[in-house]
């Protein structure tokens, strides 16, 4: 036996002791996602038993080193991880912005009392984040941003809006990008700071979608006193801690909704598709695109943690895997026929189907819209100035 079969042994008797079966059914609703912080809303018992034993091992954030609260893993026994939990269809422990955007960043620029902080409540699910990055004139051309940030000698003072700022209403504390030098070229004057959302003079107000939810807000910053040591890397520097993180927001966002247990759309349709062969064919055809894109994505993280993957692959990721995800959902509207698309009747499970294909409109908009990201590729697989 080798190490990683010993180590894939290991894992699956681990999890077949300590993943609980509720934990291993099919997330069915927001609910079901558990999203740690302060004031940490647990759906069951179950749900928390299986985000503490994850925890303690490390595994909600398996990669990372032991000393930030991680599990330490290799790539191959990360990958082994994942596909033993996918084996018996286990639950992502602990949705986090900290463990998808931040943590990445801060390993990368974070002082290492920050990593030692911030990393370890992140891997425990005690902090929840939100993400300012977005302001009212700044979205795509994100570098425009206004929000000011002077320094006043033995802490930071911020003052303005952000806007989009998904559960804002709901995070414990913000990573934001700040203007601390406004002479400067817009790029160049731009830092990375962390703040707590409990902060006096920042306030929420939730913005309503055209799906029935409020998942997001306008954030406002009025005089708000952030210690000198939660900026992140360099001052003026924090637009390349932006565009790190927002790399690893894209591979996020691209693996929605495909990543995860790799059921085929036929077979989750089978029950309805017997005498549409057209509507057959479509499927069959997206079935075949979805697992092409599981096959590019695995060897795009392979490359990825090899040090070997092209600047332009999180674009090409999130934009092929936000397309294929909004074609899925056209495809279930499609199959659903009329009735998928009630709203409020037991027989549309309370427009469950037609709330995630709304919902998935917004997937080529967030983390950069899919127009800005065939730019970013142009650029930087031709070499372009500006790349
Ligand atoms: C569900 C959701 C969640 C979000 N969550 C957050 C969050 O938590 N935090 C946060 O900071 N932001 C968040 N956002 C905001 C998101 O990052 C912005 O919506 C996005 O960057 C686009 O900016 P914009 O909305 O201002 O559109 P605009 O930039 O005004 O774009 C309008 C249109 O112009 C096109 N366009 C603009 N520039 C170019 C160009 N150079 N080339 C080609 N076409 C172009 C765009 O593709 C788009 O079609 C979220 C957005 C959504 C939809």
């Known amino acids: 036996m080798t190490d990683l079969d010993a180590f894939r042994a290991e894992t699956r008797a681990w999890l ?68 033993e939990m996918a084996r018996i269809g286990a ?16 390993l990368k620029y974070g002082s290492e009392e920050q990593k030692t902080l911030y990393l370890t409540q992140i891997a425990r699910g005690e902090i929840r984040w939100c993400q300012g990055y977005s302001e009212p004139g700044a979205g795509s051309d994100l570098a425009s941003l206004q929000t000011r940030c002077e320094d006043k000698g033995d802490h930071w003072l911020v003052n303005g ?45 939730p913005i309503l979608l055209i799906s029935g939810n409020s998942p997001f807000c306008e954030t406002f910053f009025d005089d708000v006193e952030v210690p000198k040591d939660q900026l992140v890397g360099t001052l003026n520097k924090g637009w390349d801690v932006a565009k790190y993180l927002l790399g690893h927001e894209r591979e996020m966002i691209s693996g929605m909704g495909l990543g995860g247990q790799g059921e085929s759309l036929g077979a989750a349709l089978a029950d309805v598709l017997a005498d549409d062969p057209v509507l057959r064919a479509d499927i069959a055809r997206f079935d075949v695109d979805a697992m092409a894109f599981r096959a590019m994505s695995e060897r795009f993280i392979d490359e990825l943690k090899a040090g070997q993957a092209h600047s332009a692959q999180p674009s090409m990721m999130k934009y092929a895997g936000t397309e294929l ?25 309370k427009g469950k189907s037609a709330r995630e294909w709304l919902r998935t409109k917004a997937n080529s908009i967030e983390g950069g819209t899919s127009e800005v990201q065939l730019g970013i590729v142009a650029k930087r697989i031709l070499e372009l100035p500006g790349a």
């Open 16 to 83: 077949e002791a300590n993943c609980p079966a509720e934990m291993r059914e099919p997330m069915r609703e927001e609910s079901d996602a558990c999203w740690g912080g302060r004031n940490a809303v647990f759906k069951s018992v179950a749900q928390k038993a299986w985000m503490d034993a994850m925890a303690a091992r490390g595994w909600t954030v398996p990669d990372w080193p032991t000393a930030y609260g991680g599990g330490g893993l290799s790539p191959a026994e990360t990958k082994i991880l994942k596909q």
């Open 91 to 106: 639950r992502n422990p602990l949705m986090s912005f900290g463990i998808s955007m931040l943590g990445p960043a801060l």
């Open 161 to 205: 809006q952000k806007v989009w700022t998904s559960y804002a209403d709901k995070a414990d504390w913000i990573f934001c990008l700040v203007r601390t030098d406004p002479a400067a070229p817009k790029h160049k004057g731009i830092s990375f700071l962390l703040f707590d959302m409990a902060s006096p003079g920042v306030s929420t107000r």
């Open 325 to 349: 995800n909004k074609a899925r959902h056209e495809l279930v509207m499609a199959a659903g026929g009329s009735n998928a698309l009630e709203w409020d009747s037991d027989r549309s499970r």
